[in-house]
């Protein structure tokens, strides 16, 4: 399935960015915790965006670290998803991330990986951001993907 393809119809629709969100949730429940919204998904780049609202929020008031993790990943996995040959598969074996603001607005993470299209097998770090409304980047994270030729089926 091309998830950009489908990315592109939907956005067309009011809430279709949402719709598209809510399905990705479902596919990996555990990103539901933040209701993210995919406001941008190419091959080569997405951007998730989480609003401030107090289930994302850590006891002085700004949006979790974790929280910020979890929307990293996503953009990075959409990313990957979107942009990683048919012919190879990929899973995320490390992620190194700096917390380098306070996160007091909602958050847009944006992961841009323009030369995904020549990964080949082996480790890859792609980089993610986190930006907050006024576009000062409170948080990056390295995340290392780990590229393998797809198992044939027999």
């Known amino acids: 399935m091309d998830i950009v393809k489908v990315y592109n119809q939907l956005k067309k629709y009011p809430l279709g960015k949402n719709l598209f969100s809510f399905i990705a949730t479902l596919k990996a429940p555990y990103f539901s915790t933040i209701s993210p919204v995919v406001q941008e998904l190419t091959q080569t780049s997405c951007q998730i965006f989480i609003r401030k609202r107090r289930k994302v929020l850590n006891h002085i008031g700004t949006v979790h670290a974790i929280a910020m993790c979890n929307a990293c990943e996503l953009a990075f996995g959409l990313t990957m998803e979107a942009g990683v040959q048919k012919s190879l598969r990929w899973i995320p074996k490390a992620m190194s991330v700096r917390y380098l603001k306070k996160a007091e607005t909602s958050l847009v993470a944006i992961c841009n990986c323009p030369d995904i299209k020549n ?14 409304l006024n576009q000062v980047i409170v948080m990056d994270a390295d995340i290392t993907v780990y ?8």
Not at 119 to 132: L, N, S
Not at 147 to 154: A, C, L, N
């Open 147 to 154: 590229i393998s030729p797809k198992k044939e089926v027999q």
């Open 119 to 132: 990964y080949g097998t082996g480790e890859h770090i792609v980089k993610v951001i986190v930006q907050d």
